[in-house]
T-cell receptor, first 123, second 108 residues
Framework: QVQLVESGGGVVQPGRSLRLSCAAS????????MHWVRQAPGKGLEWVAV????????YYADSVKGRFTISTDNSKNTLYLQMNSLRAEDTAVYYC????????????????WGRGTLITVSS | DIQMTQSPSSLSASVGDRVTITCRAS??????LNWYQQKPGKAPNLLIY???NLQSGVPSRFSGSGSGADFTLTISSLQPEDFATYYC??????????FGQGTRLEIE
C-alpha cells in the first residue's frame, strides 16, 4: 500500500526542538523528492521544505530557514524534519508529501500526502 | 515570494451548478500552477497540475485553464462530494512554492 505516515507531533515549549518523521511505504522512496507542508489551525497551506531525491538539494521557506532541517534516511524509507527554536507561529499540522516524478528534479507539486501530525508550540 | 490570490474566498452553490474559481499570481508563472481539494480533517488532494492536466483518478468534471498570471478551476456539474476547500499553488520557483489562501465551496 502506497502511503506516508507522519509521527513525532505533540506539545512543545517555545524555543525547544522537535523532530518529525514520515515513514514511506509501497514505493521506491529513494527515487522521489519529498516535501513538508504545514497548515496552522483554521488556516491555509504553507510549503515548508523540500529535499531532492538524491539529497543533493534542499530548499526552505523563509519562515523556517535557519531553524528547520529536512533530511532522509533511505535505509529506513523515512523523511525527517528537525525543528529548532520553535515559535508559537510554528503551531500547525505538518504533512509530508511526495513530488510526483521519480528520479527527476523537483516539480514542486504533491501527488501523495500523509495524514499529518499536529505540533503545538505553547508554554 | 510570488503571491497567489484566489477569488472568491468563499462560494455557495448547488448540486449540478457550474463553478469557476480564479487564481491570480503576482507575476507571470507560465503554467506552473496546480489545484488541490481539501476536505475537513483530511490532507489535500491533487486535482490539476501544470494548469490544465487532470491528475489520474480525478473526475473529468474538474478542469483547469490559464497561463501567465491568471488561472481558473472549473467544476462543470457540482456533485455532493465536491463541497470542500480548494487551493491553487504555484511552483514557478522551487524554493518559493506558495499557495493561494483557499476558496471554501459550500452548499447553497
Amino acid at each position: 500500500q502506497v502511503q506516508l505516515v507522519e509521527s513525532g507531533g505533540g506539545v512543545v515549549q517555545p524555543g525547544r526542538s522537535l523532530r518529525l518523521s514520515c515513514a514511506a511505504s509501497g514505493f521506491t522512496f529513494s527515487s522521489f523528492a519529498m516535501h513538508w507542508v504545514r497548515q496552522a489551525p483554521g488556516k491555509g497551506l504553507e510549503w515548508v521544505a523540500v529535499i531532492s531525491y538524491d539529497g543533493s538539494n534542499k530548499y526552505y521557506a523563509d519562515s523556517v530557514k535557519g531553524r528547520f532541517t529536512i533530511s532522509t534516511d533511505n535505509s529506513k524509507n523515512t523523511l525527517y524534519l528537525q525543528m529548532n527554536s520553535l515559535r508559537a507561529e510554528d503551531t500547525a499540522v505538518y504533512y509530508c508529501a511526495r513530488d510526483p516524478m521519480p528520479s527527476w528534479g523537483v516539480l514542486g507539486y504533491f501527488d501523495l500526502w500523509g495524514r499529518g501530525t499536529l505540533i503545538t508550540v505553547s508554554s | 515570494d510570488i503571491q497567489m490570490t484566489q477569488s472568491p474566498s468563499s462560494l455557495s452553490a448547488s448540486v449540478g451548478d457550474r463553478v469557476t474559481i480564479t487564481c491570480r499570481a503576482s507575476q507571470s508563472i507560465s503554467s506552473y500552477l496546480n489545484w488541490y481539494q481539501q476536505k475537513p480533517g483530511k490532507a489535500p488532494n491533487l486535482l490539476i497540475y501544470t494548469a490544465s492536466n487532470l491528475q489520474s483518478g480525478v473526475p473529468s468534471r474538474f478542469s483547469g485553464s490559464g497561463s501567465g498570471a491568471d488561472f481558473t478551476l472549473t467544476i462543470s456539474s457540482l456533485q455532493p462530494e465536491d463541497f470542500a476547500t480548494y487551493y491553487c499553488q504555484q511552483t514557478y520557483t522551487t524554493g518559493g512554492i506558495t499557495f493561494g489562501q483557499g476558496t471554501r465551496l459550500e452548499i447553497e
